[in-house]
C-alpha cells in the first residue's frame, strides 16, 4: 500500500496568489517525521520544511506552511505569494525509520 | 563540508554488465539511503543503513547490492545491468531518523543511468 499520497499530478497558480500541494500519508507508528523537498528542473533536491508527529503547531518556514491535520493524515504544503522561481517538482516525504516518498505534484507558476 | 557527492554524473551500460555507484558524506552521518527516480514515479527507496555495517533494503532492493563498511561511503552495485535500472540514483543522507528530531535529509547531484 502506498505510504505517501500525493493526488495531484500537476498544478497551476498564478504569480503572488497561494497554493496548497495535498499530501496524505499512511502510518500505524506514533512517532513520525513529514518532510516537503522541492525540486526545480536542475535536478537538485532542496528541502523545504518538516512536521513532527508530536508537534502541537504547524510548521512555517518563511513563504512555506504546513498544514497538519493529524487525524485526517494529512499534511498539505501552503506556498503563500507564489514566484515564477517556485515553479518545480514537490515532494512530500515521511520519515518512520526509512525515509519513503510520493510521487511529486508539478507546480507551475504562471506570470 | 562537500556535503553528499556521487560519482559518475552519467553512466551508459550494456545489459548484463556490473557497475558501483559512489556516494560519499562528509557531515559524519548515521543516515544513508539510494532511491531512484523514474518519471511518475517519485523516489523509490532501494536501500537504507542506520550506520556502519547496518543496511537493510527498501521498496525495490531486487538487482542492487549495498555495504556500509564506514560512516563517509554506501555505495550501490549494480549486479547485472538491465534495461529496468535506466533511472536517475540519489544517494542522500542525514545525521539520524530517531523519533522526535527534524534531521532533514540531504541529497547528492544525482546519476543518470542508461542500460542499453
Known amino acids: 500500500a502506498q505510504k505517501i499520497t500525493q493526488t495531484q499530478p500537476g498544478m497551476f497558480v498564478q504569480e503572488k496568489e497561494a497554493v496548497t500541494l495535498d499530501c496524505t500519508y499512511d502510518t500505524s507508528d506514533p512517532s513520525y517525521g513529514l518532510f516537503w523537498y522541492k525540486q526545480p528542473s536542475s535536478g537538485e533536491m532542496i528541502f523545504l520544511i518538516y512536521?513532527?508527529?508530536?508537534?502541537?503547531q504547524n510548521a512555517t518556514e518563511g513563504r512555506y506552511s504546513l498544514n497538519f491535520q493529524k487525524a485526517r493524515k494529512s499534511a498539505n504544503l501552503v506556498i503563500s505569494a507564489s514566484q515564477l522561481g517556485d515553479s518545480a517538482m514537490y515532494f512530500c516525504a515521511m520519515r518512520e525509520g526509512q525515509v519513503t516518498f510520493g510521487t511529486g505534484t508539478k507546480l507551475q507558476v504562471i506570470p | 563540508n562537500a556535503g553528499v557527492t556521487q560519482t559518475p554524473k552519467f553512466q551508459v551500460l550494456k545489459t548484463g554488465q556490473s557497475m558501483t555507484l559512489q556516494c560519499a558524506q562528509d557531515?559524519?552521518?548515521?543516515?544513508m539511503s539510494w532511491y531512484r527516480q523514474d518519471p511518475g514515479m517519485g523516489l523509490r527507496l532501494i536501500h537504507y543503513?542506520?550506520?556502519?555495517?547496518?543496511?537493510d533494503q527498501g521498496e525495490v532492493p531486487n538487482g542492487y547490492n549495498v555495504s556500509r563498511s564506514t560512516t563517509e561511503d554506501f555505495p550501490l552495485r549494480l549486479l547485472s545491468a538491465a534495461p529496468s535500472q535506466t533511472s536517475v540514483y540519489f544517494c542522500?543522507?542525514?545525521?539520524?531518523?530517531?523519533?522526535?528530531?527534524?534531521?532533514?535529509?540531504?541529497f547528492g547531484p544525482g546519476t543518470r543511468l542508461t542500460v542499453t
Open positions: 557531515m559524519n552521518h548515521e543516515y
Open positions: 542522500a543522507s542525514s545525521y539520524s531518523t530517531a523519533a522526535g528530531g527534524r534531521y532533514e535529509q540531504y
Open positions: 543503513s542506520v550506520g556502519a555495517g547496518i543496511t
Open positions: 512536521q513532527g508527529s508530536y508537534d502541537q
